[in-house]
């Protein structure tokens, strides 16, 4: 398990060149919160089951399809501007939340380990996959 700070958005690298990924929105990192008030539709309860299908590769968990319901469901209705799509990368998990704590980054069996230890807010770090790039 690797534990490192999170870089500031403004520093954190876009793989592919930046001119090409950034227009196209692949290779772009963003993070979304599972299990808390911001991850549902106001007056929607937030769900805790992920609702996706999932695989472990070196880097992290690859988001392989996104189901109708679950957490991840909810997070896209309520932020169509930062929806996780298939083919997208968790790359980060971080259950603490606390500032001095870093969250957990490696193989993607560790951030499924550290994903699935209990039912509480939950910051995921997602690195957006082909399912964004622009038609």
């Known amino acids: 398990i690797e534990r490192r700070p999170a870089l500031p958005r403004s520093l954190r690298p876009i793989p592919g060149g930046a001119g090409r990924a950034r227009a196209m929105g692949l290779g772009r990192q963003f993070d979304i919160m599972i299990g808390g008030a911001t991850s549902a539709p106001p007056g929607v309860a937030a769900k805790w089951r992920l609702g996706a299908y999932m695989y472990a590769e070196k880097n992290g968990l690859r988001v392989a399809a996104v189901h109708t319901t679950g957490a991840l469901a909810d997070w896209n209705s ?3 501007e930062r929806q ?49 790039v622009d038609a």
């Open 78 to 80: 309520h932020h169509p």
């Open 84 to 132: 996780v799509k298939e083919g997208d990368l968790i790359i980060e998990v971080d259950g603490d939340l606390r500032p001095e704590v870093d969250g957990i980054r490696g193989h993607g069996d560790s951030l499924r380990t550290e994903l699935y230890k209990g039912s509480r807010p939950t910051k995921l770090t997602i690195r957006a996959g082909v399912g964004h």
